[in-house]
């Protein structure tokens, strides 16, 4: 992934390659969660060693996956990066991915689309109400977790 331009398009040919090594990636990242390292502010959760991008899927659902758990990091990889679901996948820098989404793009972001009439249930990953037009898993603040007023 070290080689792609600040907004590649990933798509045809290249797309099975690279969402191998993303899925890889992911799962490698797991291994950094610690509960201990979130901070619940009112901007949702985040990490305070940041690790993940934003993912966004169709433009519609935003995950950060440096705030969720190992197993629910799971249930994201085997939902989305399945290559036969994936119409393109777009990479923003840090930068780039800021200006547009806010400082939980800070590590950039990896927008999914996904192939018209591709059933996938959005919940996954601790995704907060996927009723709403948009929605995101930024809150996972549990009970008796403090809340950060900044």
Known sequence: MDNLSANDHIK???LPAFVDSLRKAILHDTLLYQRSDLKHTAIGTINTKVYSKLYLI??????KLDVIDPKQVQEFVSEFLNVDRIQEIVLLDGHIAQSYFGSHASNGAVYIQLKEQ???NPKVAGLAN???KV???FNQRRKGELFIRE
């Open 58 to 63: 169709n433009n519609r659902y935003a995950y």
């Open 135 to 137: 929605s995101n898993n």
């Open 130 to 132: 996927a009723r709403k």
């Open 12 to 14: 045809g040919e290249r």
């Open 118 to 120: 591709t059933a996938f």
